[in-house]
C-alpha cells in the first residue's frame, strides 16, 4: 500500500470544514548488506528490489547490477527490512563504509542502522495558543526570510513563529531536515510559544525533530506521511499541512483548537 484516506480539517480564512485527504505512506526500511545493518530510510515500501540495486550503486558499494547476488525484502512489525548479498569482491567495502559513513542530505535517518532505533521516546507536545489569522500571516511573510533561496531556488527553510504569526528567527538549508536542525540549535534555551513553519512536506523526521524541541504546533507547505501523522499522534503534536495562501489542512488536532462545523 502507497496511501491511505485520511479524515482532515480544511481551514480557510473565513473557517474550517471537515474532509478527507489521501496520505503518502512513510515507512522505515532497514538495509542490511551481508549481515551488516547500513541504513533506515524514510520512504515509500514499494519497488524496494529496484531501490535496494540502486542503492548499492550510488553507494558505490557495488559497480555493476552483477556484483549483487541476492535482494530479500521482506516486512515485519517495526516495518521493512532489505537484505543484501554482494559479490566476495565487494564485501570488504561494506565493513569501511559502516565504519566511516557521513550524513548526507537525503534522509535525516541515513546513520541510524537499524529499525529498534527508530523507537526512542519523544516528549508530549504542549497544547498550541494560536488562532487562524496566525497562521496566513506567517505563512505570508516567510519569504522575507528565504534570501538564499530567492537567488537559488534550490533550498528550504525552517521558521519559528510567535503567537501571532510574527516570525522570530529563520534558517535556510538545501536538506530541509537540516534547516530545521539550525533552528533547533539557534533557539537553544528558548521556549517556541507559536509554532514551527517548515517549507517542506511533514515525514516522520520532521514531526519528531518538532517533538524534540517542543513545539507546540508544526505548519509545513507540503503534505504529511502516514509515519508523520502516527507520531504525532502518538505525542500529541498539532499538524497543519499544505499551507498556502487560502487555504491549510488540518492533518492532527488533537486539542481541538480548530474545529469544523
Sequence with gaps: MTAQIKPVSFIRPGGVTAGERCV??????????????????????SDLEAFAVGFMLTERLAD?????????????????????????????????????????????????AGLEQ??????????PDVRQHALFAALANLRAYQPLNALTGAVHAAAVCNREGRIVAAYEDVGRHNALDKLIGGQTG????????????????????????????????????????????????????????????????????????
Design 24 to 45: 503518502a505512506v512513510e515507512a522505515p526500511v532497514s538495509i542490511e548488506v551481508d549481515g551488516l545493518g547500513y541504513a533506515v530510510m524514510m520512504m515509500t515500501p
Design 64 to 112: 555493476t547490477v552483477a556484483d549483487i547476488i541476492a535482494v530479500e525484502p521482506f516486512e515485519t512489525d517495526a516495518g521493512w527490512i532489505v537484505r543484501i548479498a554482494l559479490a566476495d569482491r565487494c564485501r570488504n567495502r561494506i565493513h569501511d563504509r559502516v565504519r566511516h559513513r557521513t550524513s548526507d542530505t537525503s534522509c535525516g535517518l541515513c546513520g541510524i
Design 118 to 127: 527508530l523507537h526512542r521516546p519523544a516528549p508530549i507536545a504542549p497544547r
Design 190 to 261: 528558548q521556549a517556541i510559544e507559536g509554532f514551527i513553519l517548515v517549507t517542506s512536506r511533514l515525514s516522520f523526521e520532521m514531526v519528531d525533530k518538532s517533538l524534540i524541541a517542543n513545539a507546540p504546533l508544526l505548519v509545513g507547505i507540503s503534505a504529511p506521511t502516514t509515519l508523520a501523522l502516527l507520531h504525532a499522534q502518538k505525542y500529541g503534536l498539532t499538524l497543519i499541512a499544505l499551507a498556502r495562501s487560502d487555504a491549510m489542512i488540518m492533518a492532527h488536532d488533537p486539542h481541538n483548537i480548530f474545529p469544523a462545523f
